[in-house]
């Protein structure tokens, strides 16, 4: 006999472990398939998907341990800190310690489904048929069937045709969260998120990297001003980035991998390097669902296709994260969960993907939300700018850290902000404050009528709400 459940959610990643838990909190009867192949204690699938256990959470927590050795070596002398040797990093420990965070959360997902009374169902989920108003799915060697069923399959590396991923020496973001010695030279294809984020951990443990990028213009999808800023700084750093290269073959040998590619000016060279990072983007996991089986429609991407509010063509089926239009961000999964959850329980759900804000954890950090310089100017949207530096911030000073700016862009005839983009410490958590003000619909003069602590790095928001109307106090 088949297990039956009013809500069964396929995936257990940022998507589907919150819309489980929100369809449970609901009322909903509610389980949730996994099939990871990162193992748990008890040898289990784990929950958390890519995100918690090979993504965002383990590579925080390098570029943290990293960020920390980096200013041992170079930023503690300034401020009068004086260690008796050079500082060393033990790799294992430093991925021990990466390790332990990474169980501690997944380890913590488990017990919320406990408390919020949600089935776990360790095995892979697929398609099998849809009669009688229920939704029949295989779950390893069972059959469930479910009312509503939720797809939250996320995404895996999009990998090269000529290079080969071994994530040993040849590797996508799950072998490069794993090395196990800090490499001589690092080769990185692909100067998106995870490409300059990972780039970044090994270069401040040691490691020379040279990033090869095949678009011609560096973070294109940034504001033009924050990535002008971002590739100078990297640039200083130690980065060696190129763009508007074409890449060719990768072989492996004794001692290491060398990389095939003709630069932008259209001449042949080569990479030698001792381990290779490729991160050109991810595809959405879709096969092995058997979406056929229902008629459930799949883009030629392999997305599952659905309307606003995330409804796939299949009645009762909704899809939700990586494997769904939008980008590819934990916290825009699990919003859209959230979403669904609620909408089943006939509530009105919402996810707004004008104003999911989009960050990068190098340092200095890189967020951003809403619409770029450059595309106004395509639009033809007439605004005004107010931009910033840190290094008129009091905060930023002190803390020995005053890099980058805050750049806001507003209506020029109703004030509303349309766009706010940072790059400087901490940009992660600032940018909480203009998404919130997006999203309630807010002018760059409120902002600037606000009263924002001091000495905070806030200010600098506030002083860029108020160059708007060109009237900043501190620059």
Known sequence: MSKQFD??????????????????????????????????????????????????????????????????????????????????????????????????????????????????????????????????????????????????TGSKPRHLPGIPVDNKIVCDNVGALDFDSVPKKLGVIGAGVIGLELGSVWRRLGAEVTVLEALPDFMPFADADVAKEALKVFTKQGLAIQTGVSIGEAKVGKKGVSVAYTDKDGKAATLECDRLIVSVGRVPNTDGLKAEAIGLSVSERGQIVVDDHCRTNVPNVFAVGDVVRGPMLAHKAMEEGVMVAEIIAGQAGHTNLDLVPGVIYTSPEIAWVGKTEQQLKKEGVAYRAGKIPFMANGRALGSGDPTGFVKMLADANTDRILGVHIIGANASEIIAEAVVAMEFGAASEDLARICHAHPTLSEVVHEAALAVDKRPLHF
């Not at 959610?9 to 192949?37: D, K, M």
């Not at 002398?77 to 420990?93: F, N, Y």
């Open 7 to 152: 809500v069964l959610v396929i995936g257990g990643g940022p998507g589907g472990y919150v819309a489980a838990i929100r369809a449970a909190q609901l009322g909903f009867s509610t389980a949730c398939a996994e099939s990871a192949p990162y193992a748990d204690p008890k040898g289990e699938p784990r929950l958390g998907g890519t995100c918690l256990n090979v993504g965002c959470i383990p590579s925080k927590a390098l570029l943290h341990t990293s960020h920390l050795f980096e200013e041992a070596n170079h930023s503690f002398a300034d401020q009068g800190i004086k260690l008796s040797g050079k500082p060393s990093i033990d790799v294992a420990t430093m991925l021990g310690r990466k390790n332990k965070v990474v169980d501690q959360l997944t380890q913590g997902i488990k017990g919320l489904f406990k408390k919020n009374k949600v089935t776990f169902l360790a095995g892979h989920g697929s398609f099998v048929g849809n009669e009688g108003g229920q939704v029949q799915v295989q779950v390893g060697d069972e059959l469930v069937q479910a009312k509503y069923v939720i797809v939250a």
